[in-house]
Nanobody, 126 residues
Framework: QVRLVESGGGLVQAGGSLRLSCAAS????????MGWFRQSPGKEREFVAF????????YYADSVKGRITISKDNAKNTVYLAMNSLKPEDTAVYYC???????????????????WGQGTQVTVSS
């Protein structure tokens, strides 16, 4: 069983930065494609970023491109989400998620992820 634990959320002013971390335990971390999603009150959970397990290729939602960077440290079993130039509309609970080992299909959809963390709150004040 894979366990994911997010950290690093908090309150930040618009224009500020945060770095979220997601520590994984169980399984072979290097074989998991890892994604970040977020959910604001009253809204559907939405895709934010993804990193491919083998190539390290990254993908981003259009709303965060140029401001957010996903990275993965297989030695530390941790995936990161570096967020800069934060906006009030980035306020949400951020979740990290892992796909099943060696999966190389879609990354946008929640159903392609097998494991989820509990989420960490990010609040951006204007």
């Amino acid at each position: 069983q894979v366990r994911l634990v997010e950290s690093g959320g908090g309150l930040v002013q618009a224009g500020g930065s945060l770095r979220l971390s997601c520590a994984a335990s169980g399984g072979t971390f290097s074989t998991y494609g890892m994604g970040w999603f977020r959910q604001s009150p009253g809204k559907e959970r939405e895709f934010v970023a993804f990193i491919n397990w083998s190539s390290g290729t990254t993908y981003y939602a259009d709303s965060v491109k140029g401001r957010i960077t996903i990275s993965k440290d297989n030695a530390k079993n941790t995936v990161y989400l570096a967020m800069n130039s934060l906006k009030p509309e980035d306020t949400a609970v951020y979740y990290c998620a892992a796909q099943r080992p060696y999966y190389s299909g879609s990354y946008h959809h929640q159903y392609t992820y097998t494991y989820w963390g509990q989420g960490t709150q990010v609040t951006v004040s204007s």
